[in-house]
């Protein structure tokens, strides 16, 4: 009995600690990044600094995105918080490098291709035929004979009306 209480004694430090939701956390800021691909206008990709996950904001000096080209090291660098790189190679990887004004520095290596956001659809043209009581619908996808192509994407539609919704 008294070996079980000194173990109890012992244990509950730890056990205190684990319970009270105290975590530790890393220093690093969440640098979100999302590139737009196309074979008739320049490649794209943003970057830029999510702030839902502190209350105290994080300011950026600079964001340097850097690639390898012919051999030589080449480097682009934009100051903001929220930053667009242009006329980028589909095939690079490219390594970001994010300095903070407080003074922390921080490397994330990416590639083009796997973080793709497609640009959103739109309608053209809708047609209500009373006759069949139909509606017709054309969506328009900026990616014609593109990268991204409408058969390698999927977008939900979401079709409401005063006493339905359809997904």
């Given amino acids: 009995m008294a070996y079980s209480l000194w173990i109890a004694l012992l244990m509950l430090p730890v056990l205190v600690h684990s319970q009270s939701g105290e975590e530790l956390v890393d220093n690093e800021p969440r640098i979100l990044c999302t590139s737009h691909l196309s074979v008739s206008a320049a490649n794209s990709l943003t970057c830029h600094l999510d702030d839902d996950t502190d209350d105290e904001m994080e300011d950026i000096k600079v964001m340097s995105l850097c690639y390898t080209d012919d051999k030589k090291q080449r480097c682009l660098k934009e100051k903001g918080n929220n930053v667009t790189f ?5 095939l690079q990887s490219y390594n970001l490098t994010v300095q903070l004004k407080r003074g922390g520095t921080f490397w994330k290596t990416m590639s ?53 919704t359809l997904v």
Wanted: overall charge positive; cysteine-free; aromatic content about 12%.
């Fill in 86 to 90: 242009t006329d980028l190679d589909t």
């Fill in 112 to 164: 083009l291709k796997k973080i793709i956001k497609p640009r959103s659809p739109w309608v053209v043209n809708a047609t209500f035929l009373r006759s069949s009581n139909r509606a017709l619908i054309y969506i328009g996808n900026p990616y014609l004979k593109d990268y991204l192509k409408p058969s390698n994407q999927l977008f939900q539609l979401r079709i409401w009306s005063v006493k339905n």
